[in-house]
């Protein structure tokens, strides 16, 4: 029963987290893109991925001036807060900040209101690159940002740092492929798949469940055909019981008695519920009140007699 609750358990919470995670407003579009940020005077590329919020990079891509936050602001390497001074006098810059501290889109949304033109996001600890997500509605957030990986960050940012002071180092962003997945292939993939399978696996646990509950009992037919007597003081003999011991009253003069295979004898409500929904074994001696070929107590009598 323990082991029903935590199935159900965990039936629910998929049922209930996974609509609310996906159905989430401003999650905005579906699929990934890979991008692209070359530095325009030697050409070299850095692969980076283009974000899942904000806008997306027209097909000349963006070309800007690249801002590495720690060169005006070094407590602000995150940019988990507006810049103090706004960056977009002098036309178009792209903020370079570093994963952590804030959401995605919150760096991306200081950036903006700081004047910035797009977003890169580096990764100071891994290697993987991902799209950048965001909960909640992300529609107020309208330049475009993407996700570069710590080999490819670290590259990007000594090319800036190695440019001569007074100059700034000229990039592109470009966005290569765009794969988009359609809303009703997300909505079947994240969410419809794994409740059908999760509804597969309960349905069909629930069945084993079953068997198992029915194989340790006995067919009430069976149980209706095992021969009844009547009980009476004036035919009571030594060695007979005298008690039912399953619900240990004494036998009273006229109570219906079942008597098992085994000879123990019990009144027969006591025994007939005992048999149908407890075990198919006598309370006292445990031996099997069904033969051999009532093993197979799924089976209907009818069909047990063409087995
Ligand atoms: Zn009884
Ligand atoms: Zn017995």
Redesign the pocket.
Known sequence: MVQHSAWLRLFWILLLVLPIGLLAPGNGRTGFASASVVVVSTNVTFEDRSAMFGSRLGDDGLVGRLLIVEDVEPDNLDGCRPLAKHVDSLGSWVVLVERGNCGFAEKVRNMQASGAAAVVVGDPWYDLPITMYASGDTSDVHIPSSFIARTEYNGLRDAALNTPSGDALWIKLVCNEYYELPFLDVLFITILSPMLMMGFIYVLYRLRLRQHRLRDLAPADLVNSLPIKTFYHSKYREGDPAE?A??L?DFDDEDELRILPCKHQ??VK?IDRWLTTRKKFCPICKQNVCPSSESTPLLSPRLRAFV
Do not use: E, K, V
Request: glycine letters at 0%.
């Open positions: 039912c399953i619900c009253d019990y009144h006591c």
